[in-house]
């Protein structure tokens, strides 16, 4: 990280100032107005504003809280442990990047002095602009969406270790640098920022953290829906399964705990999303369409895709 941008987050804030004054605890009222510890984002986000960051506060136990907005932690120095969910223990280290979700509960360990992270609170709606910017018929989109949705029931967080990552170094840099010095008009920026990272991110699924149980299904899971993406034409179950090296039961076992499809499904649900997209951008006529996603059965594809999005193929074209 650029030198002068660190030495700017490593200055010690009141509430540090106060812990290492003698107070024993976090001060609860900064984050909630509450019983519980849900940390409230309008307690620290200006109004009107969808993102804002904050440097964590080091020197002291952060008590297990969960939070009311989406929250991402980026590590610029040092490291930090946390425990997620109550059994995770994940040390970020210089570089990583944890995503939590409203579903997440999370403790943090004691930082020292050279402990750098920063912690973006991002409303929901923020990432609006970000995932439009992905491909829509997209089933990695739509999983990345699952992940960062308060109604996700399988996938609370996302670990990645993207320190030699080098976009997604310098596109966190800059999302930083405007965020702390509160330019006027960044907002687009930063949402187009945010989004440049989600591609970023998507690219890379071994930079997502194994060593934890949830993460390394989850990392699997990635490589297989990478695996749809760029196979759906003629893909299947068992070459998917000898491509991760994993028994095939394992990996259908996994699609449907973490999407609530299996194969078959997630096959079908690319070969239709390809098919639309190539009607809306394409000249191609039906039938080429239809046999380059790998049907050849014309009323199968049309009964199919009909089901999906509520109407014939010419009729989606013409819409």
């Given at each position: 990280m650029q030198k002068d941008l660190l030495e700017e987050l490593r200055k010690i804030t009141e509430e540090e100032q106060a812990i290492?004054?003698?107070?024993?605890?976090?001060?609860k009222e900064r984050y909630t107005s509450g019983k519980n510890f849900v940390i409230d984002s309008?307690?620290?986000?200006?109004?009107?504003?969808?993102?804002?960051?904050?440097?964590?506060?080091?020197?002291?136990?952060?008590?297990?809280?969960?939070?009311?907005?989406?929250?991402?932690?980026?590590?610029?120095?040092?490291?930090?442990?946390?425990?997620?969910?109550?059994?995770?223990?994940?040390?970020?280290?210089?570089?990583?990047?944890?995503?939590?979700?409203?579903?997440?509960?999370?403790?943090?360990l004691p930082a020292g002095e050279n402990d750098i992270a920063v912690n973006f609170i991002i409303l929901p709606e923020f990432f609006d602009h970000a995932f439009s910017?992905?491909?829509k018929e997209n089933i990695l989109h739509d999983f990345l969406i699952s992940v960062l949705s308060q109604d996700s029931s399988h996938s609370s967080y996302l670990h990645f270790q993207a320190k030699e990552i080098l976009p997604v170094q310098n596109l966190l840099e800059n999302m930083i640098w405007t965020l702390?010095?509160?330019?006027?008009?960044t907002n687009t920026?930063?949402?187009?920022?945010?989004?440049?990272?989600?591609?970023?991110?998507?690219?890379?699924?071994?930079?997502?953290?194994?060593?934890?149980?949830?993460?390394?299904?989850?990392?699997?899971?990635?490589?297989?829906?990478?695996?749809?993406?760029?196979?759906?034409?003629?893909?299947?179950?068992?070459?998917?399964?000898?491509?991760?090296?994993?028994?095939?039961?394992?990996?259908?076992?996994?699609?449907?705990?973490?999407?609530d499809c299996n194969f078959k499904e997630l096959l079908q649900q690319r070969k239709l999303q390809q098919a639309a997209y190539l009607l809306s951008r394409t000249p191609l006529t039906v039938d080429a369409?239809?046999?380059?996603?790998?049907?050849?059965?014309?009323?199968y594809f049309h009964r199919k895709f009909r089901e999906k999005y509520g109407c014939s193929p010419r009729r989606y074209r013409e819409m």
């Open positions: 290492l004054n003698g107070r024993q605890n976090v001060e309008r307690k620290l986000l200006r109004k009107g504003k969808l993102i804002e960051i904050r440097p964590h506060t080091r020197f002291v136990h952060f008590p297990r809280h969960s939070h009311n907005y989406v929250e991402m932690v980026y590590m610029c120095s040092g490291s930090t442990t946390h425990i997620i969910n109550d059994r995770e223990r994940i040390t970020l280290q210089e570089g990583d990047l944890l995503f939590l979700n409203q579903n997440a509960t999370q403790e943090i910017m992905l491909e702390l010095h509160k330019k006027a008009g920026i930063n949402q187009t920022t945010m989004g440049l990272l989600f591609l970023n991110l998507s690219m890379f699924t071994d930079a997502i953290n194994q060593d934890e149980p949830d993460q390394y299904e989850q990392t699997l899971v990635f490589s297989v829906l990478k695996y749809i993406e760029t196979h759906y034409k003629n893909g299947s179950l068992t070459e998917a399964a000898e491509e991760m090296e994993q028994p095939a039961y394992y990996i259908s076992r996994l699609l449907k705990k973490y999407t369409i239809m046999e380059h996603i790998g049907y050849n059965n014309s009323s």
